[in-house]
């Protein structure tokens, strides 16, 4: 089972949030990519600086018009709280990421990095 205490707080935005507000978040935040969120808190897709490059600015889209829900990336992995991180690590070999969101009752609660999950699965017991 996942312990809270190893989770990082998540950066995110709501589906309805303009890009140009994605992008104020990830610049306020100074981070790469945030995490997309329906009304119940359900974690639903990811928006990296790499994508508002290449499907807005790129497109000569307009951000104040386009919704995070339009150009985030979908679907997105996560893991339950009450997975092992044997589980968390595996997804993120298959998908070669280096974080997973953890929900409870399908509400994001956090992110796990993969430096952590590395060390919890290849710990000697």
Known sequence: ?????????????????????????????????????????APIGVISTVDINNRV????????????????????????????YQEAYEKMIKKATYSIPVTEQGKLIGVLDFNLIFKKVTQKK
Do not use: F, G, Y
Not at 23 to 30: E, F
């Open 1 to 41: 089972m996942i312990e809270k205490k190893h989770l990082h707080d998540a950066v995110i935005c709501k589906e309805a949030d303009s890009v140009l507000e994605v992008a104020k978040i990830l610049r306020d935040t100074q981070t790469r990519h945030l995490l997309v969120v329906n009304k119940n808190l």
């Open 57 to 84: 600015i790129a497109e000569e889209k307009d951000p104040k018009s386009l919704k995070a829900s339009q150009i985030m990336t979908k679907p997105l992995d996560t893991v339950d709280i009450n997975a092992s």
